[in-house]
């Protein structure tokens, strides 16, 4: 016996000495029962329980509901709530107005420096472009604002179409202005001069751009004699 | 006719004499036994040398018979239904004690968070229990019984891990090596197990031990 049992030495004596429990007479009776009992329930594997009737509708048809719901929700067009969503852009006011706003600015500026070239020459035209100038004015707010991007474009090289106008209306200054020619001296053109528009002269306006050319020859040539 | 009567003499004193052989068996010879020829006789032998050490052992730690009876029993189930489980390396009484024991703390566990307890809850409540005893006198054990009460009341107030070593080592008096086994802890724990549980019931019997 250890110090440690010696120093619980009754207290042990008594466990020990407690009256031993014994099981009931009709024990092993009941025990044999009990077996017998327990080992007709005949034990179900995992999947004969898995794939029992009562489990296997409900779960069948829970399978075929997340399927329709994904097949509708994909099937059907996003909804927006007219409440949450943004106010809807007008692209075609905005695309329309601001090009147009380059436009007049842009001619503008081409017009004003050509009604200085062609000032000389005559009067009444240049008095149609300082209007046509003036009006513009009513928008300086926006030819402000787009000052920077113009002032950049007009000191790049000027492209072929605009050169053409400028000829163009070079030529309509001198006198010879006919309505179809006027059609081609406003060219619709995008703020980078990216959308050039491509004019397709008829055989008329090209025979008309011919002779005004060979005007404009036999004018120089004269002043050149 | 007669040969016929001879015969069935002749295979009853063979069966006497593999019963009173089977009687001779260990414990570990038994379950092998039942293990290889399904012999339910050994299984029988089985349940004769060990009901009543598996009663005794989980009532003192669960406190009611009628729970412990159910215990012990689903225990014996369980060695019949698994008892190819069982380790020859082990002793069968290490076995059947470890099934006893994990079923008796899931019971205890059970009835804990049911706060549900047929008797007594603890020795708090002053209502006795009956246990079937024909052997002993109750106008000469009075006082005895009266002490044994008192013990396993205080036995049942005691934590539930150092009971168990408790009862395993003092009233059923296996070996440390043997409770260290049964609990698959440390020998050393369970000494210390042990010796805080008796610490704690000499506390709570001061009336008793109050030298």
Not at chain 2, 70 to 82: C, G, H, L, P, T
Request: charged fraction near 30%.
């Amino acid at each position: 016996m250890t110090d440690e049992e010696k120093k619980y030495q009754n207290l042990i004596k008594d466990l020990n000495n407690l009256r031993k429990v014994e099981a009931p007479q009709n024990f092993e009776a009941e025990l044999w029962r009990k077996i017998n009992s327990k080992s007709e329930v005949e034990k179900k594997s995992f999947w004969e329980n898995l794939f029992t009737p009562i489990k296997l509708i409900p779960a069948a048809a829970v399978v075929s509901a997340v399927i329709v719901f994904f097949i509708v929700e994909t099937n059907s067009e996003p909804i927006d709530d007219p409440l949450n969503a943004m106010p809807r852009l007008r692209e075609d006011i905005v695309a329309v107005e601001e090009p147009k706003v380059e436009v007049f600015d842009q001619i503008g500026k081409a017009e004003e420096k050509k009604t200085v070239v062609i000032k000389d020459k005559e009067g009444t035209v240049r008095r149609d472009k300082s209007k046509g100038i003036d009006s513009d004015k009513k928008d300086q707010s926006t030819m402000q604002r787009n000052e920077s991007l113009f002032a950049d474009e007009m000191a790049a090289p000027k492209p072929q179409a605009e050169s053409l106008k400028s000829e163009i209306s070079g030529e309509l200054s001198a006198g010879s202005a006919s309505p179809a020619v006027t059609a081609y001296s406003a060219p619709l053109m995008g703020k980078q001069n990216l959308n050039f528009r491509q004019i397709n002269l008829s055989e008329e306006q090209k025979k008309e751009v011919e002779q005004l050319k060979q005007k404009i020859q036999t004018k120089e040539a004269v002043k050149s004699k | 006719m007669f040969g016929n009567l001879k015969q069935n003499q002749t295979i009853q004193s063979k069966r006497q004499l593999e019963d009173r052989n089977l009687h001779e068996f260990t414990d570990e010879e038994l379950i092998l036994e039942f293990q290889k020829n399904n012999g339910e006789k050994a299984f029988e032998i089985l349940i004769q040398r060990f009901k009543n050490p598996l009663t005794n052992y989980v009532y003192r730690f669960l406190g009611d018979y009628d729970a412990c009876v159910d215990v012990v029993q689903e225990a014996f189930i369980k060695v019949y239904r698994y008892k190819d489980n069982y380790n020859s390396v082990a002793k069968f009484s290490t076995w059947i004690y470890t099934i006893a024991g994990n079923l008796a703390r899931t019971e205890y566990q059970r009835r804990r968070r049911r706060n549900f307890f047929s008797i007594n809850s603890y020795g708090e409540d002053e209502k006795t229990f009956e246990i079937p005893d024909n052997s002993t006198r109750p106008d000469v054990t009075a006082d005895s019984k009266i002490k044994a009460e008192l013990i396993q009341k205080a036995l049942l107030k005691v934590h539930h891990a150092y009971r168990e070593a408790v009862v395993l080592r003092d009233i059923q008096e296996l070996s440390y090596e043997e409770i260290a086994e049964i609990l698959g802890i440390e020998v050393g724990t369970v000494k210390s197990k042990i010796n805080r549980g008796r610490a704690q019931l000499k506390v709570l019997l001061k009336d008793i031990y109050n030298d």
